[in-house]
């Protein structure tokens, strides 16, 4: 384990190193870290998943995966949320040389709330729609990337909150699956009253 946790603080180490000597690739990875960028991208995302696709059949699909992905992001951050109070690791720069590009979290570090969350998405739509399922996963993959070059987490932190994203996406499908009359007829509801097409 001593040997996982060296290399893990050697690779945050490598990754960091190349902030704070191109401003330009700082200010790019500074977007592509921050709270707000790709989480509301995702949450726009799924947003047009919804209303995506003028074939029915389709649609009911994407509406389907965009229900599965909401709840998936909220198990995968209510799992994070309860492995944080439970678990606490150190942020990296707490404990490396590290160059922080955004804002000093207090909260632990493993494993990485936002990675969870737009992993996901990612996963959830991934089991149904393969084509923007690439798209949600490029965008949890940069800003994971983001957040270790902006000396925010470990890559552990991130492979940690990636795992219990397909593993809560995993379990939502199987829930999905076992309740299908019952999300059939939320869908039906929610078409009439204006709510899904």
């Known amino acids: 384990m001593e040997v996982l946790i060296e290399l893990d603080q050697e690779l945050a180490l490598l990754i960091n190193s190349w902030s704070g000597h ?3 690739l700082d200010e790019l990875f500074r977007g592509l870290a921050n709270d707000y960028f790709l989480v509301i991208g995702a949450t726009l995302g799924i947003l047009f998943l919804w209303l995506s696709s003028a074939e029915p059949g389709r649609r009911a699909i994407n509406q ?15 799992i994070v949320g309860i492995l944080n109070q439970v678990i606490y690791r150190a942020r990296p720069f707490d404990e490396l040389p590290i ?3 955004l804002y000093q979290p207090t909260d632990s570090s493993f494993p990485a709330n936002s990675a969870a969350v737009l ?5 959830a739509t991934m089991l149904g729609n393969r084509k923007a399922g690439w798209f949600f996963l490029a965008a949890a993959c940069l800003h994971s990337m983001a957040r270790i070059y902006a000396g925010m987490y470990y890559p552990l932190d991130i492979v940690g909150g990636a ?8 379990a939502v499908r199987w829930l999905f699956h076992l309740a299908g009359f019952f999300i059939d007829w939320l869908l039906g509801l929610m078409r009439r009253i204006f709510l899904a097409d």
Request: hydrophobic residues 75%.
């Open 22 to 24: 191109i401003p330009i």
């Open 64 to 78: 389907r995966l965009s229900l599965q992905a909401m709840v998936s992001l909220g198990i995968a951050s209510g």
């Open 99 to 101: 160059n922080v590009l």
């Open 119 to 123: 992993f996901a998405v990612a996963a």
């Open 163 to 170: 795992a219990i994203a397909f593993l809560a996406a995993l």
